[in-house]
C-alpha cells in the first residue's frame, strides 16, 4: 500500500534545513537547478551499451518487442522496449518525438533472466551490461544523496528506504533509459529532439549522451536555456517534479525545465541518431500523484501524457 504525500511527509519527518547547512551539491541544485558530478562510468561502458542496442535493433527486434514489462503507472512508464513516432497537435506542436527507448528496471529484471535463458546471445549480452550499468548509476545517486542529508534530513530513506544493511540492493522504481534518438536532416523544422519538459521523477541523473543539444532553464518555460554538454567522467543530478510535491512548492531544490535542441549544421546535412543515458529514481513507497500539466503545462488537459 503506498503512502499519500501527506503520511509520507509525516512518517519521513520531511523538512528542509537552511542554507548554512548546505553542502557543495545543494548549493548547486538550489542555484542553478543542476549539479554537475563525478561520473566514474568510462565512456567505453557506454559505447558497448549503446553498440550492443544498436545491434539489436537491427538483427533482434523480436526479442526486444517481448521485454515490455507492466510496472508501475506512478511514474508514467513501464520497462521494456518501445518505439516511439513523431507526433504533432493538429497546431504543429511536436508532442512526442521520433524515438527507440529501452527501460531497465528491476521487477522486470527477474522476469527477464527467467523468460531470456535461451535467447540469442547478442541478446542477453546487451541485458547483462544494461543491469550493470543501471545498478552502477544507482548507487551514485544513493551515494550523492549522503551529501543533501544536512539539508533534507532522512532525504535517503525517502528514495532508497530500508537499503542500509544492503547497500547493492535497488529498489525497484529506478528506471535506466537508454535512448535513441532518430537522425534527421538539419532542415527539419519539426521542433525539438526532446520537447521541453519536467521530469515525473524525484531524481534525475543525466549519465551520458554523445551528442551536444542538452539543455535546462533555472528559471523555468520563460527562462533562458543553458546547454549542458556532457564531458568526460561526468554527469548531471536534478530534480524531477514528484521532489516538489513531496518538499512543497516552495523547497529549495526545485525540478529543472528542460530538453534536448536539434543542432544547426550546413543545409542538407544529416544529422545522425544521438543516445543518451539518464537514469530516474522514484519514492518507492509513496504516490505522488504528478498529473501531465505538472510535467507539460503548455499541454494541460491532454490525457495520456506522461513524460520522465
Same mark, same amino acid.
Given at each position: 500500500?503506498?503512502?499519500?504525500?501527506?503520511?509520507?511527509?509525516?512518517?519521513?519527518?520531511?523538512?528542509?534545513?537552511?542554507?548554512?547547512?548546505?553542502?557543495?551539491?545543494?548549493?548547486?541544485?538550489?542555484?542553478?537547478?543542476?549539479?554537475?558530478?563525478?561520473?566514474?562510468?568510462?565512456?567505453?561502458?557506454?559505447?558497448?551499451?549503446?553498440?550492443?542496442?544498436? &545491434?539489436?535493433?537491427?538483427?533482434?527486434?523480436?526479442?526486444?518487442?517481448?521485454?515490455?514489462?507492466?510496472?508501475?503507472?506512478?511514474?508514467?512508464?513501464?520497462?521494456?522496449?518501445?518505439?516511439?513516432?513523431?507526433?504533432?497537435?493538429?497546431?504543429?506542436?511536436?508532442?512526442?518525438?521520433?524515438?527507440?527507448?529501452?527501460?531497465?528496471?528491476?521487477?522486470?529484471?527477474?522476469?527477464?533472466?527467467?523468460?531470456?535463458?535461451?535467447?540469442?546471445?547478442?541478446?542477453?549480452?546487451?541485458?547483462?551490461?544494461?543491469?550493470?550499468?543501471?545498478?552502477?548509476?544507482?548507487?551514485? &545517486?544513493?551515494?550523492?544523496?549522503?551529501?543533501?542529508?544536512?539539508?533534507?534530513?532522512?532525504?535517503?530513506?525517502?528514495?532508497?528506504?530500508?537499503?542500509?544493511?544492503?547497500?547493492?540492493? @535497488?529498489?525497484?522504481?529506478?528506471?535506466?533509459?537508454?535512448?535513441?534518438?532518430?537522425?534527421?536532416?538539419?532542415?527539419?523544422?519539426?521542433?525539438? &529532439?526532446?520537447?521541453?519538459?519536467?521530469?515525473?521523477?524525484?531524481?534525475?541523473?543525466?549519465?551520458?549522451?554523445?551528442?551536444?543539444?542538452?539543455?535546462?532553464?533555472?528559471?523555468?518555460?520563460?527562462?533562458?536555456?543553458?546547454?549542458?554538454?556532457?564531458?568526460?567522467?561526468?554527469?548531471?543530478?536534478?530534480?524531477?517534479?514528484?521532489?516538489?510535491?513531496?518538499?512543497?512548492?516552495?523547497?529549495?531544490?526545485?525540478?529543472?525545465?528542460?530538453?534536448?535542441?536539434? @543542432?544547426?549544421?550546413?543545409?542538407?546535412?544529416?544529422?545522425?541518431?544521438?543516445?543518451?543515458?539518464?537514469?530516474?529514481?522514484?519514492?518507492?513507497?509513496?504516490?505522488?500523484? &504528478?498529473?501531465?500539466?505538472?510535467?507539460?503545462?503548455?499541454?494541460?488537459?491532454?490525457?495520456?501524457?506522461?513524460?520522465?
Amino acid at each position: 500500500m503506498f503512502q499519500s504525500v501527506r503520511e509520507a511527509r509525516q512518517s519521513y519527518k520531511l523538512s528542509e534545513r537552511g542554507d548554512m547547512f548546505a553542502s557543495e551539491l545543494d548549493k548547486q541544485l538550489a542555484e542553478n537547478r543542476i549539479a554537475s558530478i563525478q561520473m566514474p562510468i568510462g565512456e567505453t561502458d557506454f559505447a558497448q551499451l549503446i553498440d550492443a542496442y544498436k &545491434v539489436c535493433i537491427a538483427e533482434a527486434p523480436e526479442f526486444l518487442a517481448q521485454t515490455s514489462h507492466r510496472v508501475d503507472a506512478r511514474f508514467g512508464s513501464d520497462a521494456g522496449y518501445e518505439r516511439k513516432e513523431r507526433k504533432l497537435r493538429p497546431d504543429g506542436t511536436q508532442i512526442q518525438d521520433p524515438k527507440h527507448l529501452m527501460h531497465f528496471n528491476g521487477y522486470a529484471r527477474k522476469r527477464w533472466n527467467d523468460e531470456f535463458i535461451n535467447s540469442p546471445r547478442i541478446f542477453r549480452d546487451f541485458l547483462s551490461v544494461g543491469h550493470e550499468i543501471h545498478d552502477a548509476l544507482a548507487n551514485i &545517486v544513493k551515494n550523492s544523496l549522503v551529501d543533501l542529508e544536512e539539508t533534507h534530513p532522512n532525504i535517503g530513506n525517502v528514495y532508497f528506504p530500508g537499503r542500509s544493511d544492503t547497500p547493492n540492493l @535497488l529498489p525497484n522504481d529506478t528506471y535506466m533509459r537508454l535512448i535513441e534518438y532518430d537522425a534527421y536532416e538539419s532542415d527539419d523544422s519539426l521542433g525539438e &529532439v526532446a520537447k521541453p519538459h519536467y521530469d515525473i521523477s524525484g531524481f534525475s541523473l543525466q549519465a551520458y549522451a554523445d551528442s551536444p543539444g542538452f539543455w535546462g532553464a533555472k528559471d523555468g518555460p520563460s527562462g533562458n536555456r543553458e546547454y549542458h554538454n556532457t564531458a568526460l567522467n561526468e554527469a548531471y543530478l536534478f530534480m524531477g517534479y514528484s521532489h516538489k510535491k513531496l518538499y512543497g512548492k516552495n523547497t529549495r531544490l526545485q525540478p529543472l525545465w528542460h530538453g534536448v535542441d536539434r @543542432l544547426i549544421l550546413p543545409s542538407g546535412s544529416i544529422v545522425p541518431t544521438r543516445h543518451a543515458v539518464i537514469l530516474f529514481v522514484n519514492p518507492p513507497l509513496i504516490d505522488v500523484r &504528478v498529473r501531465p500539466k505538472d510535467t507539460l503545462p503548455y499541454m494541460a488537459g491532454i490525457d495520456g501524457v506522461a513524460t520522465y
